[in-house]
């Protein structure tokens, strides 16, 4: 595309005003932010730059929450409007497409993402159980006890069975962990079942993503772009939120530093961006004020897409250096202050009334304030975006259907794997079959019932007398270990199961004998 004014010199082209507005690609991993009203625009300029990223060979990923960016893997229609702003803008309109890879963390428009709970680790999984302080705190004892004794948190199932472990012996782990509130643990059981309700089950679970899948390029060494279906996500925005937040951390933990580049390795478009700091604790944005002041030097720049920027934290604002504004309303006079303080955050140009530009702007016209060779932000200017090249608008399902089919990554991701992990390994150590089932009579050595508290009674240690104390002539209780416990919990809870299990089956002869009568 030598001589193309949308990849001139290292640059990617934003739009033109009185001269060209260019976003330089070695400092296109200093993060940037657009913003705007709903319908003036944002989706397109989005769209313009990943397509400049993907021609530069940069990997690109995006969340699409209203459908709209799939069009992107499609050639792109010669619309009226769009050759007439490309002939504006000094070229000639040619129709392009571009390399994609669909996703969806529930497998049904994408290739399927998972994560471990490991991977997601108690800070975000607290968030996204929408835990206080005190249950936060259980969910660091989960994990911490996992650790300690190689029990694996995988999935849902895992954590929960962790959390029913706790549960049952929270006073014989309070003096090693502190208080575990019965309250407390209510609260997490009940927003477990809120998630499992949203479909988190699954998008928690093995094969895990590969995040280096994200960083490829074509055959025409064009960078892949990496669209996220998140229309349904977007039903549930605090899982929508946390997912995206933890693949930002898990980047930065992955990737090695390389400092500053010629280009970015990969550019990670954030939609919704306020959802990602509402009600977020102070802990949390800390987090994400250091993964965001940081990654960078691993290659990743960072684009939050809001419709304003007072959406985003002083802090990380601040660390945004390539700005595109579209237009924001100003009907009432809360409006009207968050167009000020909008204007504010500019480089000012004598030349233009910021404030009251974001107010006259029309569709696909944006305020432009990209950083210029020596890292500073250039003077705001006002601009026409460039047009997109390839399809805007959403494809159908058969277009979907047969981008996935041609995709390198078929079949790495499409099949669950269930491994040996914490809910599985505890079970096998109590005794319990593996599909959940409670033993026979005979497993239980002809006992009944009293067989297999006995067996389990065995297990723990229980059978085996301890040191006889000498003042009341009895064994001395021995204290247990951590993984005693755990083992001790699941067993508790099978006997418990079958106890249930056989008044069941007694009540409904009885009720079948009443019946026939």
Known sequence: MAGDPRLADGK????????????????????????????TGKTVTLQTLAEGFSNAGVAVFAADVKGDLSGIAMMGDAKPHFVKRAKDLGYDYQPDEFPVVFWDLFGDQGHPIRATIAEMGPLLLARLLECNDVQEGIVNIIFRIADENGYPL??????????????????????????IAPASVGAIQRALLVLENQG?????????????????????????????????????PRLYATFLLWMLSELFEVLPEIGDQPKPKLVFFFDEAHLLFDNAPKALLDSIEQV?????SKGVGVYFITQNPLDVPETVLGQLGNRVQHALRAFTPRDQRAVRAAAETFRQNPKIDT????????????????????????????????????????????ERKQVLEKSSLKGKYDATVDRESAYEILQKKAGIPADGTA???????GGGLGGILGKLEGMFGGGAPGPINPKTGRPMRQPQSTSQIIIKSVATSAARSVGTQVARAVLRGVLGSLLKK
């Open 439 to 445: 033993p026979t009579e005979a497993d239980a050595g």
């Open 200 to 236: 988190a089950n699954k998008f928690f679970g093995e094969p895990a993503l590969d995040l280096k899948d994200f960083i490829r390029t074509d055959r025409d060494r064009r960078g892949m772009i990496n669209v996220l279906a998140a229309d349904k996500l977007m039903q549930s």
């Open 154 to 179: 995988l999935d849902l199932k895992d954590f929960r069975s962790m959390l029913q472990f706790v549960s049952d012996h929270a006073g014989e782990l309070q003096t090693k962990y502190g208080n």
């Open 292 to 296: 965001v002041r940081l990654i960078r």
């Open 355 to 398: 404030a009251t530009a974001i107010t006259q702007l029309g569709v696909g016209e944006a305020l432009v304030s990209m950083l210029e060779d020596k890292g500073t932000p250039a003077m705001v200017s006002r601009c026409f975006v460039a047009p997109p090249t390839g399809r805007v608008g959403p494809i159908t399902a058969d």
């Open 12 to 39: 990617i082209l934003v739009g033109k005003g009185e001269d060209y507005d260019y976003l330089t690609l070695n400092l296109g991993n200093r993060h940037g932010l657009i913003t705007g009203a709903t319908g």
